[in-house]
């Protein structure tokens, strides 16, 4: 079957990524996979203990030293509506000469890729690295729709990718950016 049109593949939602009715969401975290705030605090506290519990299976047998920056890795969304979450640890803000952009568009990579591979139909990403981490949101939301634009156009899944912002301001900046 064809995939529908760009245009349709890609959705803009203000609200909480916990309460997305998606195949996978992606996760904010950091490197330790032993959990945070924000974003991980709330995926966590809504899809309970079982999400944890994978974590640190996966850091203590997988990733020793954390997970490396622009990998990404799914485990179960535990109680969530979203049947799994994509973890992914973000880059910290430096000023943008510490490989930062390079590092955010694999951590969306990543993420994709694993949608693709494992056949998600559908997969909502936050902000990642726009809230603790400090990257400049209009730069992240340039960049972000530039890089799932892309993988979209070049694969069939997953069909629809969802940015779900959290503040107004980034609610104005994917509109932009998403103009046709
Ligand atoms: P990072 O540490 O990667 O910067 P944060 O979790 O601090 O990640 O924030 C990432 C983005 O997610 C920020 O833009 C923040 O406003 C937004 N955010 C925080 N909580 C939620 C939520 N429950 N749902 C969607 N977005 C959220």
Known sequence: MPAPPLSTRVQLVQGDITRQPVAAIVNAANSSLLGGGEVDGAIHRAGGPKILEECRFLRARKYPSGLPPGQAVATTGG?????????TAGPVWHGGNQHEAEELAQCYQSCLKIATAREFESVAFPGISTGIYGYPKPAAAALVVREVRQWLAAHAWPQTVTFVVFDEESQRLYERKLKP
């Open 79 to 87: 109680n969530l509506p979203a049947a799994f979450v994509i973890q």
